[in-house]
C-alpha cells in the first residue's frame, strides 16, 4: 500500500479493506467479503467489516500518518451485503480545518449504494499512544 503513497494505518489487513487508489481528492478502497464475515447460513455480512472498511478509506483519505477517527455522524447502512460481494467505498474530504478534516465515505455495491457516513478525523503531530508508552516507561 506504501508504493500507492499511503501514509498511515500502514498495518492495516488488506482482507479487511485493500487500497485501490489515494489522490489529493480522496481514496477509493474496496473490501471483497468472505466467509468469515457471515452472521448466518444466509451469508449476511455483519456490518462491523463494511464500517471498518469505510473507517479505513476515511483515515487514506486524509493520509496524514497520525490521523484517527473522533467521530462518525450519518451513518447508514443502506442495502444488505452478503458473501461473495464486492464493495467498493470511496472517501472524499468535505472540510478541512487546521486539525480537523470532515470525510465522506460511500460504498457501493455494483451501482446500489450500500453505505454512507460522514467521519470527522482530526491530525495529531505524533502517535495517539505515545504519551502513554512514555508514561509506561517511566512507571517500570
Not at 27 to 54: C, P, Q, R, S
Amino acid at each position: 500500500m506504501e508504493e500507492l503513497g499511503l501514509k498511515t494505518h500502514l498495518k492495516f489487513n488488506p482482507k479487511f479493506g485493500r487500497l485501490l487508489e489515494i489522490s489529493d481528492e480522496g481514496a477509493k478502497v474496496i473490501l471483497e467479503t468472505t466467509e468469515e464475515m457471515a452472521v448466518d447460513e444466509e451469508g449476511l455480512v455483519h456490518g462491523g467489516f463494511i464500517f471498518g472498511a469505510a473507517d479505513f478509506c476515511a483515515m487514506a483519505t486524509v493520509n496524514e500518518p497520525y490521523v484517527v477517527l473522533a467521530r462518525v455522524s450519518n451513518c447508514e447502512f443502506l442495502a444488505p451485503v452478503e458473501v461473495g460481494d464486492i464493495v467498493e467505498f470511496n472517501g472524499k474530504i468535505l472540510l478541512k480545518d487546521k486539525r480537523k478534516v470532515d470525510v465522506s465515505v460511500e460504498g457501493y455495491l455494483e451501482q446500489i449504494k450500500v453505505f454512507e457516513g460522514l467521519f470527522g478525523c482530526v491530525v495529531l503531530d505524533k502517535h495517539v499512544l505515545s504519551k502513554k508508552k512514555e508514561e509506561d516507561k517511566k512507571t517500570k
